[in-house]
């Protein structure tokens, strides 16, 4: 507990330090420039597939807005989530000192949302819905406390790759990188918290657990993974592409080996921080 | 049309691959499928899609009700009955 005190009051000065105000920081063109990327193309979700290829540059780059949108709007239904979770948490159970830092990381996460909802709907008229559908569950307190933890480090590592890799790469549109880079600023020290306490909650938990106990959290963790990848494949965005059959190419896009590959490379750091952790035993199939 | 032996054949194929703990032959349509832990609720939001591509058409989350992920019967009910389905899983394209 004194190891986890010790990082919040660290991140809180450090999140005192950087605190900006992002209204001010982008510039927000009316329209904009068709002939830029918004997204890596090597990590639009159906790069590699004919689909892909048959596109004229003009429709590639109208796809990169389309799935920058989509990342955008996935990040947005994840942090509300992380929101409603970070918020249960407050001055509940845990020292000060960790509620002073969470009430930094809701603010920091309230900001991202903002400007990924202004981006969505200025230049798509919308923000991409969720299909995250969530369902009472009677887990105890502390399990509860492990998974959603968890679940914070999986999605904001997987998150991060694209934030950190997007934000360095000089063929997209200085906002699309601007907003990226801004993300991956605050999500690290958001990830450095999630590790530390998501792995403080397992060690305290897993003698507790029956083999089989520990057999079901993995297979869950694992389960979440596989999700969370899928939402990065919408068929919304590929329907508004007037690609004939969106579902078809997802289901194309998601079994290619080059996108294997891509999730292999993007979730490395993650599925090495589990597998240290124990809390996977084999790197997840995806 | 796609008939409603071959979506709750196609319910418990998808179910059963995803939960790898039990066989295709076993499932019943009234098994409890969360409750039994046979798919976890993780995996909903992956069901959605695949529903959404049997129905050929967007599933509103916020719009469903408690319960409707009990069992391969309610999820019938709640997604299919009274809903025009198609003849061909090839042809159902549109979100």
New interface residues.
Partial sequence: MERIVNLAEKLSELSIANYNNPYLLFEWPENLDEDAWYFTPEYISIYGTSEFEQLTTADQKRLSLLEAVNFFSLNIHGEKSLMRGLTKRLYHNRPKEVSDYLHHFVGEENKHMSLFGKFCNRYLGKVY???????P?ELGEAEEDFLFFVKVVIFEELVDFYNLNMSDDERLHDLARGINQYHHNDEVRHISFGRTITRNLFNQLKPEWSEEKLF?IQ??IL??I??TW??YYN??VY?DMKF?????L?ETAWALDGTRAHRAKAGRKCYKYLLDAGMLIQEPEV | MKSEVEIRQSLRQWISTKSKTVDVEKLQDSTRI?EE?I????????L??YL??LMGK????TQ?K?GV?NTINSIYESFFENTPTSSSV?E????
Avoid: G, W
């Fill in positions: 819905p969720s299909r995250a559908y969530e369902i569950n079901q297979a869950y389960a979440y596989e999700s899928k939402e068929p919304y329907n004939e059959n969106a579902y078809a997802f | 969360l832990r798919i976890t609720s993780v995996q909903l939001m992956d959605i899609m959404e591509f967007p599933v509103d989350v469903l408690p992920f090839s159902v394209v549109k979100c």
